[in-house]
């Protein structure tokens, strides 16, 4: 059985909404503006980044929050689609996008303030139509990828995109179910299927990508760690030895930390080519990673409990109290100071560093 990434509940809910659009005339919603709701803030959001000096937030039903005082207060966005929105990345602080279910790609130039859809599984059919599977590929390979674009050109919205990535304002990636890659270099105003392109033979999920170092990185289920090579053009294999879902990554350019279902946690000091088993003592997934001022490394788990790394991931100790709510993602504030997004919407939690002691299962 596969399992899905911080974006389960996310699914949960959009089955309810379903029902209860059947019962009332359904709208679809890539073509419904996201609803402006005081309650937004406390509602779903599954991810949190700062787009300079601002901190962005997206989450269920095409919400987008934005706060330009470190989280105090915030602003809700003008949103032409009510999707539920899965992640966000900003490689300027006036340039960012969203992804999420129905395939849909947003973009904003304003930091954040008003997005434009570039993109939905509606035009699946047409960016796939004149896509040409490289000559090199075996036949097995061949009859794999056609079908891989048949079922995305017949399925469409039904595909979501988990993660986004951004080198800057033209050149980006957006990540999904069933290693669906797409990349553009132009800012988003056409896009081409790299699917032809990752060493990922059994179209595992995608759930999170990112930067670390100077290397890409996207990670998803069965411990896949794939590593962008500019050279080649490819995303290379260079996974952990778990056969669980890894729902996120994190580390500098000394050490790269994956990590995801029921605490599993995995360090490399050379780019994935070897890796080493991090104790947690925690059962639960880990869903949100924070890189502190000071260097030091947080995680949060999806129960709210939070894990602190001062020696570069060698080890982790339990920050205690932990969150009191789930959570989907984390963003540092200060040095002792984070953002926690989850199903309650954000709150600002301080980390006393004096409050770190070994957690038991």
């Known amino acids: 059985m596969r399992s899905y990434s911080r974006v389960a509940l996310v699914v949960i809910m959009f089955l309810v909404s379903i029902g209860a659009q059947t019962s009332y005339g359904f709208k679809d919603p890539l073509d419904t503006d996201a609803v402006l709701s005081h309650l937004a803030e406390k509602s ?8 300079g000096d ?5 989450g269920q039903r095409g919400h987008i929050l934005y706060s330009d005082n470190e989280g105090q207060t915030w602003q809700q966005a ?3 689609v009510s999707s539920d929105l899965t992640d966000v990345h900003f490689p300027t602080p006036k340039h960012g996008w969203a992804v999420g279910h129905d395939s849909v790609v947003l973009k904003t130039t304003d930091g954040g303030t008003t997005w434009e859809k570039q993109l939905d599984g509606r035009h699946f059919d047409q960016l796939f139509e004149g896509f040409s599977i490289p000559e090199e590929v075996i036949d097995f390979e061949f009859e794999m990828l056609q079908m891989a674009i048949d079922r995305f050109r017949m399925q469409g919205p039904e595909n979501p995109f988990l993660s986004v990535w951004f080198e800057d304002e033209s050149n980006g990636f957006v990540f999904g179910v069933f290693n669906l890659i797409l ?9 081409s299927p790299w699917i032809a392109k990752t060493e990922n033979p059994d179209e595992l999920h995608f759930y999170s ?3 670390v170092g100077e290397e890409l990185y996207v990670v998803g289920e069965r411990g896949l760690v794939l590593r962008f090579d500019q050279g080649v053009g490819r ?9 669980g879902t890894l729902f996120g990554l994190t580390g500098n350019n000394d050490v790269l930390i994956v990590f995801g279902l029921r605490g599993h946690i995995f360090r490399s000091e050379n780019k994935g080519v070897s890796w080493t088993e991090v104790e947690s003592n925690l059962s639960v997934s880990l869903t949100g990673a924070a890189v502190m001022p000071n260097g030091s490394i947080v995680l949060v788990g999806q ?7 001062f020696d570069n991931g060698a080890t982790f100790l339990a920050v205690l109290p932990g969150m009191s709510m789930p959570a989907t993602d984390i963003i540092a504030l200060t040095a002792n100071k984070v953002l926690v997004a989850g199903p309650r919407g954000l709150v600002i939690q301080s980390l006393d560093p004096q409050a770190i002691t070994y957690n038991h299962k």
């Open 209 to 211: 990508a990112q930067r």
């Open 54 to 58: 601002r901190l962005v937030a997206v």
């Open 44 to 51: 779903l959001l599954n991810s949190v980044v700062s787009a």
């Open 183 to 191: 990349r553009t270099t132009d800012g988003g105003k056409s896009w």
């Open 235 to 243: 995303f290379l294999d260079v996974s952990a030895p778990y056969q």
């Open 303 to 309: 129960n709210g409990s939070m894990l602190r790394s």
């Open 78 to 80: 003008y949103v032409p």
